[in-house]
């Protein structure tokens, strides 16, 4: 039998299901500083792109506005519009860098839809390729991601440099 080793994945294990020292990990206003430390790949003027320290596959990433709101209900206008735009440009993102063939979109409402962080609404975009499923969730209840996080985090923020900058809107 062949071992996988992954021990920088304990530390994400460990601290799972604890709350960051400063409450929702989605609250980022004034924490500009952070962005790398907090893994934030893109700023709009009301929401905000991240990957996610628990992904799914490589490169899943988190659209969230910068309001604590927990509904789809209690979002402007504004954010509605700035969370799909961001939604675009973060596949467009993912799709150069890392030529998925698939993604999920989705959001969960509520923490028995499957939310982790229920208070603060958020859409996951994951990246999706043929056989980045495997045994290990249906056995080991495990997750095979095979590139770090911090290696992630670099080339996506390579590739939204490439791009126009997050808070410009090209039609207006």
Same mark, same amino acid.
């Given at each position: 039998?062949?071992?996988?080793?992954?021990?920088?994945?304990?530390?994400?294990?460990?601290?799972?299901?604890?709350?960051?020292?400063?409450?929702?990990?989605?609250?980022?206003?004034?924490?500009?500083?952070?962005?790398?430390?907090?893994?934030?790949?893109?700023? #709009?003027?009301?929401?905000?792109?991240? %990957?996610?320290?628990? /992904?799914?596959?490589? !490169?899943?990433?988190?659209?969230? +506005?910068?309001?604590?709101?927990?509904?789809?209900?209690?979002?402007?206008?504004?954010?509605?519009?700035?969370?799909?735009r961001?939604?675009?440009?973060a596949?467009?993102?993912?799709?150069?860098?890392?030529?998925?063939?698939?993604?999920?979109?989705?959001?969960?409402l509520?923490?028995i839809?499957?939310? #982790?962080?229920?208070?603060?609404?958020? %859409?996951?975009?994951? /990246?999706?390729?043929? !056989?980045?499923?495997?045994?290990? +969730?249906v056995?080991?209840?495990?997750?095979?991601?095979?590139?770090?996080?911090?290696?992630?985090?670099?080339?996506?923020?390579?590739c939204?440099?490439?791009?126009?900058?997050?808070?410009?809107?090209?039609?207006?």
């Open positions: 039998m062949k071992q996988l080793w992954a021990p920088w994945r304990m530390t994400y294990l460990q601290c799972k299901d604890e709350k960051t020292e400063d409450g929702c990990v989605f609250c980022v206003v004034g924490k500009e500083a952070e962005d790398q430390k907090r893994l934030i790949l893109c700023r #709009g003027s009301s929401s905000f792109i991240m %990957m996610n320290k628990y /992904p799914y596959t490589n !490169g899943h990433l988190l659209i969230a +506005p910068y309001r604590h709101v927990s509904d789809v209900e209690d979002l402007s206008e504004e954010e509605v519009f700035e969370m799909h961001l939604l675009v440009r596949k467009k993102a993912l799709h150069n860098c890392s030529r998925p063939q698939g993604f999920n979109i989705g959001v969960n509520g923490s839809a499957g939310a #982790g962080i229920a208070d603060h609404l958020h %859409m996951h975009l994951v /990246p999706r390729w043929t !056989g980045d499923t495997n045994f290990m +969730p056995f080991a209840d495990v997750r095979v991601i095979p590139q770090h996080l911090e290696e992630t985090y670099a080339i996506l923020c390579r939204f440099a490439e791009m126009i900058p997050c808070g410009h809107d090209p039609k207006g």
